[in-house]
């Protein structure tokens, strides 16, 4: 079978029948718990270990195949290393690696138990999350399934063993939630720009209502009315109709409570406009809504986790394509915060779109702090690659608990500065600002142009072209989309904005 795999926790037992996976240390001593449950188990492993120079580092797996003496198919043997450092992190991965190794397996039993001390229920729940996260796919556009490990069948069901299963099924419920948001967020993004054009995206957020999200949508007439020719402006090249959506999530004890807000870049199709983009990679632009996505995923996970915390969603939804409406090089756009914008290049759309959006959200809602995702600049990719994602803020206390929680969750963020002296770079001869700055500091002035639109709101900007798609597959990531963001805009609610 394919698709979501089933996760439940049990009671410690044998695999009668199933694919078994146990954890060692670097001593490769199978626990005591363990090895009551199979006997057979210390021997085999101390028989393959060292024909297969297993050394039980952390994040290395011996597959034992067809082992003699024992109710299962398969023994899986993982390393954790030194058992005792092992933090949050590790035990996703540990769950995405052994998610990888099953394979196709129809059914599994973990016994969930450290080679030494107690491993907590928020362990075994990271590790659920991390088997959920790797067994991810997005296969739907392929009639013909291949059956090899990464592209066709995950495991079919997962029994996790554990001491305590009230305490892992209560940390779970969290975790599943934000599962759920990561998954929603990849397909999102992996989702085709034919089908996945705003109107249908928006259609898809304002499926958060059954949650309990207040979901409102915005047409081009209501924006129109509110004067936001900056994102009307991206999206008049293209046949599709644009879309500000707002989703509202009222968690916390008091609705008066000030909302705390996520704004995100929705180009659901980036040509570049008449600057039009060459046509190398080009397919890769649908993915240009991966800040949208991270919104709505990191909105659903609240909601399903009923966070404690009166949170908004803002969406810009456009498709930029060149046409004989589009806008054009030396147009002057009027935004709705007043500010004139001189289009340079129509290939800078992203900062347009979000000057009317940031402007939207912190006139309209007045929220504690905004922090907006965005796949806006080539050059973050540049500087960082597709391992971090690039910070700006206006605010030193909510960068460091933004860098804090990328600590923890393992989606890392650089700080990147912001500077009054790269505002020349962006005067405009006829407007009040201009949409480029040139090749120079690239990351840097599209978010100084972002700031002139935030109007002293705490904020914080995440420049993610570089870590929301195509990013290096690893333990708990196999799909182009990675959903990123999700898992630490939900950490940083979590640790500190919850009442
Ligand atoms: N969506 C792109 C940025 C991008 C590039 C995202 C690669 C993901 C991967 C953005 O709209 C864009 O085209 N930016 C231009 C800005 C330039 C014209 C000032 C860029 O980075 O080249
Ligand atoms: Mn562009
Ligand atoms: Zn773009």
């Known amino acids: 079978m394919s698709g979501p795999v089933k996760v439940d926790f049990a009671p410690l037992a044998a695999p009668k029948g199933a694919n078994f996976v146990v954890f060692v240390g670097a001593d490769l001593k199978i626990p005591e718990r363990v090895a009551e449950l199979a006997p057979a188990a210390p021997g085999l492993l101390a028989g393959a270990a060292k024909t297969a ?72 729940a990271d590790f659920l999350l991390g088997l959920r996260l790797r067994a991810y796919r997005f296969d739907k556009y392929k009639t013909k399934k291949k059956d090899d490990e990464e592209n066709g069948e995950s495991a079919g069901k997962v029994t996790i063993g554990v001491a ?33 054009f705003p109107e249908e995206f928006a259609k898809r957020a304002a ?11 915005l047409d081009e007439k209501a924006m129109a009315k509110l004067g936001m020719g900056a994102l009307l402006g991206v999206g008049q090249g293209s046949n599709k109709e644009s879309r500000l959506v707002v989703m509202r999530w009222q968690g916390a004890k008091s609705a008066k409570a000030k909302p705390i807000a996520f704004v995100g870049k929705g180009v659901c199709f980036d040509t570049g406009g008449i600057s039009i983009k060459p046509a190398a990679g080009m397919e890769d632009m649908k993915g240009d809504m991966a800040g949208a996505a991270c919104v709505v995923g990191l909105m659903h996970a609240l909601a399903r986790r009923k966070a404690r915390v009166n949170a908004i969603g803002a969406i810009g939804l456009v498709e930029n394509m060149p046409g004989g409406d589009a806008i054009r090089p030396g147009d002057i756009l009027k935004s709705m915060s007043g500010q004139t914008i001189e289009v340079i290049n129509t290939d800078a759309e992203g900062r347009l779109v979000l000057a009317d959006a940031l402007w939207y959200v912190q006139d309209k809602y007045k929220p504690a702090f905004m922090i907006d995702l965005a796949t806006l600049t080539g050059a973050i990719l540049v500087a960082l690659g597709h391992e971090r994602a690039g910070l700006f803020a206006n605010n030193d206390e909510l960068a460091d608990r933004l860098v804090e929680a990328g600590k923890a969750t393992g989606e890392k963020i650089w700080r990147m500065p912001l500077d009054p002296a790269y505002d020349k770079l962006i005067d405009s001869k006829f407007a009040d600002v201009k949409n480029t700055g040139g090749r120079n500091a690239g990351s840097i002035t599209a978010a ?11 904020w914080a900007h995440l420049d993610i072209a570089g870590t929301g798609m195509g990013s290096p597959q690893n333990e708990i990531n196999r799909s182009w989309a990675s959903g990123w963001g999700v898992r630490l805009l939900d950490r940083l609610v979590a640790d500190h904005y919850e009442t």
């Not at 973990?110 to 030494?116: D, G, I, R, T």
């Not at 009230?166 to 599943?176: F, L, P, Q």
């Not at 100084?448 to 705490?458: E, G, H, S």
């Open 207 to 217: 499926a958060l209502e059954k949650l309990g999200v207040e979901v409102e949508a």
């Open 53 to 124: 120079r297993f050394a039980g580092k952390a994040l290395t797996a011996l597959d034992i195949l067809s082992p003699a003496e024992l109710d299962s198919p398969r023994l899986l043997v993982v390393g954790v290393g030194e058992a005792k450092e092992a933090k949050e992190t590790d035990f996703a991965k540990l769950g995405g690696l052994v998610m990888g190794k099953l394979g196709g397996a129809k059914e599994a039993v973990v016994a969930f138990a450290a080679p030494e001390g107690e491993w907590s229920a928020a362990a075994a």
């Open 164 to 196: 305590d299963v009230a305490a892992a099924r209560r940390a779970a419920r969290d975790r599943e939630a934000v599962a759920e948001g990561v998954e929603l967020a990849r397909t999102l993004v992996n989702e085709p720009p034919n089908v996945l």
């Open 448 to 458: 100084q142009f972002l700031q002139r639109f935030v109007n002293n709101t705490p």
